[in-house]
């Protein structure tokens, strides 16, 4: 009797060390064109937050119809777990509307913060918020913000923006263009900070972004360095390495807060694609072979609670199942 007592115990213990490292506050990092390349390379100049983070994976990434990704499907994989073709923002290849995690983790009362160095209506940050048969359709993309409820945007400029500005202040966004501004906004006002003319580097965005998200019960908040990509496809070595140091910087933020709220939070840091196809050379030399995309496998760096579950070879598509299982807000 006393035996399967004890054995009642373990279980009850068990079971609460496994409710505790359910994380409520989750970090999705993307580094837009960021491969296993662009790490290394970077990591010969200059010291990254994230290449000592205790979990490891690497995630497959090729499109529905497409050895080579494009971001949108790689987006659309990313947040919606599911395979499209190459242009298409959060639809299956058949057209069909697919929802994004971000929307479940606001429907479960998490807060949700959506964020990028590029304008918040291109593909990556657009697969979590919008759906639509291209990611060149710009002012449909936009015109998803505000309906979308999410509590906190920054990007630069709209690429088409029309009436979206005078749209999103009706539903009851502040927009933000200056520090001034964002100042005066209410701290419990959803925000669309305009990073116009660099005046919040990414971890600036990421802090702010933190303090009008953390709340008790959760938030969900993806993060994309989406310059990376740019830099790769212009084949701009010195582009790289400081685009992968800003990245680097905005997940530094993300640990600080992690350390102080271990038991409740998880960072994944991941990429879309690679871009560029960089490679190493002796004496720290950097060559190119495209300025395309490439189809090789990204990795995936994970610490925190749950983060064990990142671990090993993956698809694209698992990591959001994977987040998904941590639905923990309500």
């Given at each position: 009797?006393?035996?399967?007592?004890k054995?009642?115990?373990?279980?009850a213990?068990a079971?609460?060390?496994?409710?505790a490292?359910?994380?409520?506050n989750?970090?999705?990092f993307?580094?837009?064109?960021?491969?296993?390349?662009?790490?290394?390379v970077a990591?010969?100049?200059i010291?990254?937050?994230?290449t000592?983070f205790?979990?490891?994976?690497?995630a497959?990434n090729?499109s529905a119809?497409?050895?080579?990704?494009?971001?949108?499907a790689?987006?659309?994989?990313?947040a919606?777990g599911?395979?499209?073709n190459?242009?298409?923002i959060a639809?299956?290849?058949?057209g069909k509307p697919l929802?994004?995690i971000?929307f479940?983790?606001?429907?479960?009362g998490?807060?949700?913060g959506?964020?990028t160095?590029?304008p918040?209506?291109?593909?990556?940050?657009a697969a979590?918020?919008?759906?639509?048969?291209s990611r060149?359709?710009y002012y449909s993309i936009?015109?998803?913000l505000?309906?979308s409820?999410?509590?906190f945007?920054?990007?630069?400029?709209l690429?088409?923006?029309?009436?979206?500005?005078?749209?999103?202040?009706?539903?009851?966004?502040?927009i933000?263009?200056?520090?001034e501004e964002?100042?005066?906004a209410?701290p419990?006002?959803?925000?669309l900070?305009h990073n116009?003319?660099k005046?919040?580097?990414l971890?600036?965005?990421t802090?702010i972004?933190?303090e009008?998200?953390?709340?008790?019960?959760?938030?969900f908040?993806m993060v994309?360095?989406?310059?990376?990509?740019w830099?790769g496809?212009n084949?701009d070595?010195?582009?790289?390495?400081?685009?992968m140091?800003?990245?680097?910087q905005?997940v530094?933020?993300?640990?600080?807060?992690?350390?102080?709220?271990p038991?409740e939070t998880l960072i994944?840091v991941t990429?879309?694609h690679?871009?560029?196809?960089?490679?190493?050379?002796d004496?720290r030399?950097i060559?190119w072979?495209?300025?395309?995309?490439?189809?090789e496998?990204?990795?995936?760096?994970a610490i925190?609670?749950?983060?064990?579950?990142?671990?090993?070879k993956?698809?694209?598509?698992d990591?959001?199942k994977?987040?998904?299982k941590f639905?923990t807000?309500q």
């Amino acid at each position: 009797m006393l035996n399967i007592f004890k054995i009642y115990v373990v279980i009850a213990i068990a079971a609460v060390l496994a409710l505790a490292a359910q994380p409520k506050n989750i970090f999705l990092f993307i580094g837009d064109g960021m491969g296993f390349a662009h790490v290394s390379v970077a990591e010969a100049f200059i010291p990254l937050s994230f290449t000592q983070f205790p979990v490891l994976g690497m995630a497959a990434n090729r499109s529905a119809n497409s050895y080579v990704t494009c971001s949108a499907a790689a987006a659309t994989a990313l947040a919606t777990g599911v395979k499209t073709n190459n242009g298409m923002i959060a639809m299956d290849p058949s057209g069909k509307p697919l929802k994004s995690i971000a929307f479940d983790f606001k429907n479960a009362g998490c807060k949700i913060g959506i964020a990028t160095t590029v304008p918040i209506d291109h593909a990556t940050p657009a697969a979590f918020y919008a759906i639509d048969r291209s990611r060149d359709n710009y002012y449909s993309i936009a015109s998803q913000l505000a309906p979308s409820g999410f509590d906190f945007f920054a990007g630069s400029k709209l690429t088409d923006p029309r009436d979206v500005n005078e749209k999103i202040i009706q539903a009851g966004y502040a927009i933000v263009n200056t520090k001034e501004e964002l100042a005066q906004a209410q701290p419990a006002k959803k925000i669309l900070m305009h990073n116009v003319g660099k005046v919040w580097t990414l971890a600036d965005i990421t802090k702010i972004g933190i303090e009008r998200l953390d709340n008790s019960h959760g938030f969900f908040f993806m993060v994309e360095g989406g310059k990376i990509d740019w830099a790769g496809h212009n084949n701009d070595s010195a582009g790289v390495i400081n685009e992968m140091s800003g990245f680097s910087q905005a997940v530094a933020v993300a640990l600080e807060f992690y350390k102080k709220h271990p038991n409740e939070t998880l960072i994944i840091v991941t990429a879309d694609h690679g871009t560029g196809g960089i490679a190493l050379g002796d004496k720290r030399k950097i060559a190119w072979t495209t300025k395309g995309h490439t189809g090789e496998a990204v990795p995936v760096f994970a610490i925190g609670a749950g983060s064990e579950v990142f671990a090993g070879k993956m698809d694209n598509t698992d990591i959001p199942k994977k987040i998904s299982k941590f639905l923990t807000c309500q």
